[in-house]
């Protein structure tokens, strides 16, 4: 059972305009949420994150937004550049047993059309 | 270096060959994660290591996946008898501190592992 959905599996916008990605998740345990951004043939690069006692996090263009109620979070990049082309997976931390290991959506394929 | 290195970047073997995937953590960082992303899929998390215990390997999917970190440092992913599920692309990450909260993670490039 996926326990974060990215439910667009791609998003193109104009060079200029706002992207906005989104995130859902289903376990009320989660405190921490993250951005990562990844091109091909390259790891994830985190992007900026949030946390649960927070409802914003801005970061120059990138910003998060959560809205714990709905269990749902987005990343909003404004303006969207060529170069934010990439793949964006949204991450929630667990804590259990001394770890704190991520747990990822499928991730949404941005791209930006100069 | 400056980041996470893993070797190889790319490994064939037949059904039923054992493979090890290397990591080599940024200097000084004491969480170690390892993590399994199959095509079209988010990282699927692995296991865990907090300098050379291994803290959680809830996510290893058999017996046949083993991974150690004996040193603290470099880290080993061990696959034995690979089948072709176990085809993805196998991600070390590591960070500074033991929570995500105060030191979010960087991720290496992965080792592709196809398995024919």
């Known amino acids: 059972d996926q326990q974060v959905k990215q439910n667009s599996p791609s998003l193109s916008v104009q060079e200029g305009r706002i992207s906005i990605l989104n995130c859902d998740y289903t376990n009320s345990m989660f405190d921490y949420f993250l951005w990562y951004k990844k091109y091909p043939a390259e790891g994830p690069t985190f992007l900026i994150s949030i946390s649960s006692i927070k409802d914003k996090n801005e970061d120059g263009r990138f910003t998060v937004f959560l809205n714990k109620s709905a269990k749902h979070l987005s990343l909003h990049i404004v303006p969207s550049q060529p170069g934010d082309s990439a793949v964006y997976f949204c991450a929630a931390s667990v804590a259990q047993g001394g770890s704190e290991k991520l747990v990822f959506g499928k991730g949404t394929k941005l791209t930006v059309n100069p | 270096g400056a980041g996470v290195s893993q070797s190889p970047r790319y490994k064939v073997a037949k059904r039923g060959q054992d493979v090890a995937l290397r990591c080599d953590p940024i200097s000084g960082h004491v969480s170690l994660f390892w993590y399994q992303q199959a095509l079209g899929q988010g990282p699927e998390f692995l296991t865990y290591?907090?300098?050379?215990?291994?803290?959680?390997k809830s996510g290893l999917p058999s017996d046949r996946f083993f991974a150690e970190r004996p040193e603290g440092s470099v880290s080993t992913l061990k696959i034995q008898r690979t089948q072709q599920e176990d085809s993805a692309v196998y991600l070390c990450?590591?960070?500074?501190?033991?929570?995500?909260?105060?030191?979010?993670?960087?991720f290496g490039n992965g080792t592709r592992l196809t398995v024919t």
């Open positions: 290591f907090q300098n050379e215990a291994q803290l959680d």
């Open positions: 990450a590591s960070s500074l501190d033991r929570t995500v909260n105060n030191s979010p993670l960087h």
